[in-house]
């Protein structure tokens, strides 16, 4: 063997031990720059309806399917630059709603009158249901300019949602709302689009009104 040679694998023997033994930092993991809009509103004032409220200009509405036929007020704001929209919930504290329960014989409706503490319950039990994923909730009472009042809850960690919210005039209308996106849930890369998304729920709520009677 030559010693050109014999030089030559010595070497790169010695530099590569030397590379498996050098500190190496891994750069941290990059995410898509995100073009956010600029903030401007515009109305929901659907006829029948009995709330309305002020929406951003970048995201539409478009009703949430309900094959029971008794939530018709139930819609979804979207945003489908970012994937994902926010689920609201309307109820008459006065009126009633349909359950699924499971019996003997497989599942059936169950009619069960509405109230204020049942659904503010409700709203509770449907945000706790994501415990097992997030690293904690914290819930914030709020109440909005005309008289109504609600809770605001954050959700941190991987859980599907970040965002969460009831609102009621505690006689008469109860709603609830839920931020959802449609990818992976991943704190990191989709706090930037909640962030940003929360002022516009947070306009939502500062403009809400209850109209009519229910």
């Not at 031990?17 to 930092?25: E, H, L, P, R, V």
């Not at 720059?33 to 006829?47: G, S, T, V, W």
């Not at 329960?101 to 409706?109: E, L, M, N, Q």
């Amino acid at each position: 063997m030559n010693k050109f040679f014999s030089g030559s694998v010595l070497f790169a023997l010695f530099a590569n031990i030397f590379a498996c033994n050098s500190g190496y930092t891994p750069k941290p993991r990059s995410y898509f720059k995100i073009d956010l809009p600029q903030r401007a509103y515009k109305e929901f004032n659907e006829p029948g309806y009995p709330y309305g409220f002020e929406y951003p200009v970048y995201a539409s509405i478009s009703k949430e399917a309900d094959s029971t036929g008794n939530n018709p007020y139930w819609i979804n704001v979207n945003f489908d630059q970012f994937q994902g929209r926010i689920y609201l919930s309307y109820k008459s504290i006065t009126g009633s709603s349909v359950y699924k329960i499971k019996t003997p014989s497989g599942y059936k409706d169950s009619v069960v009158g509405n109230s204020f503490e049942s659904l503010r319950e409700e709203a509770y039990k449907m945000t706790y249901k994501h415990t097992i994923k997030a690293t904690g909730i914290i819930d914030s009472a709020f109440a909005t300019a005309n008289g109504s009042t609600g809770v605001y809850f954050y959700v941190a960690g991987e859980a599907a949602t970040s965002k969460q919210f009831y609102v009621a005039d505690t006689a008469r209308h109860f709603l609830r709302g839920a931020l959802y996106f449609d990818a992976s849930p991943n704190a990191d890369s989709i706090s930037v689009v909640s962030d940003f998304l929360e002022e516009d729920i947070k306009h939502l709520l500062k403009t809400l009104r209850w109209k009519g009677k229910q």
